[in-house]
């Protein structure tokens, strides 16, 4: 079983776009049984919130539900027990730093550049290109 878990600032944008971009790839490659995906956020700003409607929109018009997700704050116990952890951009990394000691098997970016946070960019097209490029290349690396 392989465990992933993306992060981001509030976990209503980025990460649950990951998450279940991921989940819907993982989904179609016939692969649900190998893999645990989750998301959280690095501030308590937005626990309890469900995907800002943007973002939910951007994943309906290619056919994903986020339906029952509610954002929350990364614990402890999931930097421990995930096995794969993605972050979305630099301030995200420095967090996770705080967290936990550096472990760049365990922690990494998504993609090699910051995926930009479509609350303050309000591209939320731009930030599905960049999750599913990331996401496909996970699933890729775990063939």
Known sequence: ??????????NICRSPMAEFVMKDLVK??????????A?????????GNPVYPPARRELAKHGISCDGHAAHQITRAELDSYDKIYYMDASNARYLQRLLPH????????????????????????????????CQAILEEFK
């Open 103 to 134: 472990d760049p098997e365990k922690i990494r970016p998504l993609l090699d550049h910051d995926v930009a946070d479509p609350w303050y960019t309000g591209n939320f097209s731009q930030t599905w290109d960049d999750v599913l490029a990331g």
């Open 28 to 37: 179609k490659a016939g692969r649900e049984a190998e893999f645990v995906i």
């Open 39 to 47: 998301s959280a956020a690095v501030s308590r700003e937005e626990i």
């Open 1 to 10: 079983m392989i465990k992933i878990l993306f992060v981001c600032h509030g």
